[in-house]
């Protein structure tokens, strides 16, 4: 990334959490994957993968609603399993997907890292390993959604409870005591977001910036996606609320303070200097650090059903499963393999990408 900030910079799971949104929209169509209740992202947020996916491996367009519906705890059965397509920086093994990896339901790209989410609940991570952030822990099962951040990663389990590992100095891998009833998660760089059924939102982890002092009174929030030193938060409405760091850089990008009159809104993805979001025509906005192009929405980033804000670049996943990619390019981040059609879900890392193709 050409202005790779630290070693825990953060780019989470967005796609993931804007699928949930989207899904959500469908009225839980898909989750977030973070959890696909739809479940999931993650789908989350990430990451939440979409079970608006159709069998055939084209995903579903968005659906206008008055309200965005609060997800609920993802059915990972429900959603398409596929193999993972990995492209971009590979200096740390993290575009090297392990051989024979099949049967994936959702993926989160870390800063230097990868994780996927298996039809059964399982795990698997690979790529960076400095604080343990792939060492899933043993006998981890029942996960329904993942989030990978900087150095640390997040698993929402089916009974609402969330595990994490890998690096805890601020504490963003230890849950607050108490924490149950989560529908969606994200990890930022070292800071971590939960979504909770009654549509509330917990955070916790480093809070340098604000980027866990979420709102008093913020509520029927549909989606959260953690950025770099900053959080989002989507409402039923369709508004999205941020907090938390407004200069992530040496000149002020705003990433923090949310373009005037957006609204319509289906899902969200915050990355580590800009932030990108769906509105419910398919259309794409960004804003925030535009060093490389990645604000500069191409005009064929339409029909749109989830995005996913890298390090200096940008994802988009149509409707057919193709993807949109703009913005740096220095590690071939944005270059999109031939071979990726019928994408059901994707998620960008601080150099690198990630994506399910369908089965």
Same mark, same amino acid.
């Given at each position: ?230 959080? =989002?938060?989507? +409402? $039923?409405? @369709?508004? &999205? %609320?941020? /907090? *938390? ?6 000149v002020p990008t705003g990433v923090a303070v949310v373009p005037a009159d957006l609204s319509g809104v289906k899902a969200i993805s915050a990355g580590y200097t800009h932030n =990108?979001?769906? +509105? $419910?025509? @398919?259309? &794409? %906005?960004? /804003? *925030? ?71």
């Amino acid at each position: 990334m050409a202005t790779h900030r630290d070693a825990t910079a953060t780019f989470c799971a967005a796609a993931l959490v804007a699928l949930l949104a989207i899904s959500s929209a469908s009225c839980n169509a898909s989750g977030h994957s973070q959890a696909p209740a739809v479940s999931s992202s993650s789908q989350t947020a990430s990451s939440a993968s979409s079970s608006a996916t159709q069998a055939s491996g084209s995903v579903a367009t968005p659906t206008m609603s008055a309200s965005l519906q609060i997800p609920t705890i993802p059915n990972i059965a429900s959603m398409p399993s596929g193999k993972v397509i990995a492209w971009g920086d590979n200096s740390q093994g993290q575009a090297s997907v392990p051989a024979g990896l099949t049967g994936v339901v959702a993926v989160s790209a870390g800063d230097q890292f990868s994780l996927a989410l298996k039809s059964k609940g399982t795990v698997v991570g690979w790529g960076s390993d400095d604080s343990g952030q792939i060492d899933v822990p043993a006998g981890l099962t029942g996960v329904v959604a993942i989030s990978g951040g900087g150095a640390h990663s997040l698993a929402l389990k089916s009974d609402g409870t969330v595990v994490g590992w890998g690096d805890d100095t601020l504490g963003q891998v230890t849950p607050p005591a108490g924490l149950s009833n989560v529908v969606a998660i994200s990890a930022a760089g070292q800071h971590s977001l939960a979504l909770e059924s009654d549509g509330t939102v917990v955070a916790w982890g480093g809070n340098a910036n604000g980027e866990s002092d979420v709102p008093p009174g913020l509520s029927n929030v549909v989606a959260v996606s953690a950025g770099y030193d900053f959080s =989002l938060a989507l +409402k $039923s409405d @369709g508004t &999205v %609320v941020a /907090w *938390g760091d407004k200069y992530p850089t040496d000149v002020p990008t705003g990433v923090a303070v949310v373009p005037a009159d957006l609204s319509g809104v289906k899902a969200i993805s915050a990355g580590y200097t800009h932030n =990108l979001v769906v +509105k $419910s025509a @398919g259309s &794409v %906005v960004g /804003w *925030g650090a535009d060093e490389s192009g990645e604000t500069d929405v191409p005009n064929a980033a339409s029909g749109v059903v989830a995005v996913a804000s890298g390090g200096n670049f940008s994802l988009a996943l149509k409707s057919d499963g193709t993807i949109v990619a703009w913005g740096a390019n220095d590690q071939n981040q944005a270059a999109v393999p031939a071979q990726t059609v019928g994408v059901v879900a994707i998620d960008a890392g601080a150099t690198h990408a990630l994506a399910i193709v369908g089965q």
